[in-house]
């Protein structure tokens, strides 16, 4: 690691820049502070939200690591950047609901912030082009966007990570509505990657039920940047 290079940018996404490495197995995330809502409709910046979704993915990428779940996630390097395995992406969204919130709401016509009795899992085809589509299994199979045993092994992976994530935020005083999960292959098996931040999970005060996430950007709310925060207090510390 410690004569690893940064080498020419691979991608450039909304909130992230890729780039390459003198390794071949692991890549160079910059964590970026451009705001992207409604599949890039609306924009803007959120002042060091790229510094708090950084610290706040390493943190929890390292809790699912201790609790035996693997990720691509190997070394936060500064406040931006952490370096990660590469991996062949699967161009399937998983999401993972525990109460309503966002588009289920008005798609099922279920009040905000209404329990589910168990966990909901959706699928979206990851599409900028498309604006990300929902779909189910057998769209998933004819599109041949993922075997049925990788499908199997993402929606294993995304509910123990709710699990977790569930457990560990309620120390935390919060609640875990909602949230997204990306993954990829590396060497053979079903890995998760991408990140997990206010921007990817819907996060609420326990008790005022007061929204720390990318929604106070979505609905202009305000106080978006006092939210990242907020997160990254209770989750990492001062």
Request: glycine share 6%; proline share 2%; with cysteine.
């Amino acid at each position: 690691m410690e004569n690893l290079k940064k080498l020419e940018k691979l991608y450039e996404g909304k909130a992230k820049k890729i780039y390459k490495t003198n390794d071949e197995d692991l890549l160079w995330v910059e964590y970026k502070d451009d705001a992207t809502a409604f599949n890039g409709l609306k924009k803007g910046t959120i002042v060091n939200k790229g510094v708090f979704n950084n610290l706040i993915s390493a943190h929890l990428f390292e809790l699912l690591n201790k609790n035996s779940i693997e990720n691509h996630f190997v070394k936060r390097i500064s406040d931006r950047e952490q370096i990660v395995k590469k991996l062949d992406i699967i161009p399937v969204e998983v999401i993972v609901r525990n109460l309503a919130a966002g588009s289920l709401s008005k798609r099922l016509n279920i009040e905000e912030g209404t329990s589910f009795k168990h966990p909901v899992v959706e699928y979206c085809y990851k599409s900028d082009e498309l604006s990300d589509p929902l779909i189910n299994e057998d769209h998933i199979s004819i599109l041949e966007l993922a075997t049925g045993e990788q499908v199997k092994e993402m929606r294993s992976i995304a509910l123990k990570v709710n699990e977790v994530l569930k457990k560990y935020l309620e120390k935390k005083n919060i609640i875990l509505v909602d949230f997204k999960l990306e993954f990829g292959m590396h060497k053979g098996k079903v890995m998760l990657g991408d990140e997990i931040s206010p921007d990817t999970c819907r996060f609420w005060d326990a008790e005022t039920k007061k929204k720390l996430d990318k929604d106070r950007f979505r609905r202009d709310l305000g106080g978006v940047e006092a939210a990242y925060e907020e997160v990254y207090k209770r989750l990492v510390g001062s």
